[in-house]
């Protein structure tokens, strides 16, 4: 049976807005879509920052799904119908037959939630970032706690992610608790940090040490943490193809539209 780290049911806002982010930090992350979408339903999307003119949601739906794409995540165009707890995570079924086995599964459909049955019971009680009584299993977007609104759910489909990976760090990597929350999907300058003494960092590190760490443990989070600042900074040539890339994308898609 096929196995990956995160299974997303909904290519929706919410969902494809988890997956950038689940993506970026490295985790294989397959988003089913299939059935009905609120989104769809919208005629031309008027209120959503960054488009001033409005964008008609299927344009906005094939942009998300490129961006998602491009981060690394796989999209497939299939309902699932099932869903169940394993001792090691789910096991997700599709209309197709299709299997998967996932660590962490994030519910991000509206209206064909079906497959969530098993979980009725537990689903009363859904914490603002998503997270459930159920270990592994998050719900987001309108399906959650999200106001009807697409910009919402995504950013809801991006608090959620951010969750899990916290949740990542803390139980399958065995950060500390605050080193496992101290993550930020950002990017910054060349030489933003690599130009600092790094003395904020011995700092913070400090204050965040269990008191039974050892000191072997103590520089191992101390390089992890420096080696994921180092990370964020782009110099002016990636930053410059980034922005090409970015252009070239955005005017293939507007180019699509059509009057
Ligand atoms: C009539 C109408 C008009 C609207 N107009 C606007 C507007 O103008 N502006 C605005 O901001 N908001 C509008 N909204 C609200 C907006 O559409 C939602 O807030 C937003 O789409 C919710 O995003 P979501 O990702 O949570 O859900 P959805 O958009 O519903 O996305 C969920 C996705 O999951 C898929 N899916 C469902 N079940 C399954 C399954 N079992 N397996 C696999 N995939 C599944 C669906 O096909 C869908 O693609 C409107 C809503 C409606 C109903």
């Not at 959503?48 to 409005?54: A, E, M, V």
């Not at 949601?57 to 094939?62: H, K």
């Not at 660590?103 to 969530?116: E, K, Q």
Request: charge should be negative.
């Amino acid at each position: 049976m096929e196995r990956t780290d995160v299974v997303i049911v909904g290519g929706g806002a919410s969902g494809l807005s988890a997956a950038v982010f689940l993506a970026r930090y490295g985790l294989d992350t397959l988003v089913f879509d299939g059935g009905t979408a609120a989104i769809r339903q919208c005629v031309h999307l008027e209120n959503y920052l960054g488009f001033p003119g409005g964008i008609p949601p299927e344009t906005f739906l094939a942009m998300s799904r490129e961006q998602a794409e491009l981060t690394g995540a796989e999209l497939a165009q299939e309902m699932v119908v099932e869903a169940a707890k394993t001792d090691e995570g789910f096991r997700v079924v599709t209309a197709s037959g299709r299997e998967v086995k996932t660590n962490r599964l994030i519910a991000a459909s509206v209206y064909d939630d079906d497959y969530l049955s098993a979980f009725e019971d537990e689903l009363g009680s859904v914490e603002p970032d998503g997270r459930t009584t159920v270990s592994g299993l998050y719900v987001t977007g309108w399906l959650g706690d999200a106001e009807h609104q697409a910009i919402v759910s995504a950013g809801d489909g991006a608090r959620t992610a951010l969750a899990l990976v916290r949740d990542v760090r803390r139980e399958d990597e065995g950060l500390w608790d605050e080193i496992a929350d101290h993550y930020y999907d950002w990017t910054v300058e060349d030489g933003r940090y690599s130009e600092t003494d790094w003395v904020w960092l011995d700092e913070f590190v400090a204050e965040n040490t269990p008191k039974d760490a050892t000191p072997k443990e103590k520089r191992r989070m101390r390089k992890r943490l420096e080696r994921e600042y180092l990370a964020l900074e782009m110099d002016d040539v990636e930053r410059n193809e980034r922005a090409e890339r970015g252009r070239k994308l955005v005017q293939k898609h507007v180019e699509e539209i059509e009057p």
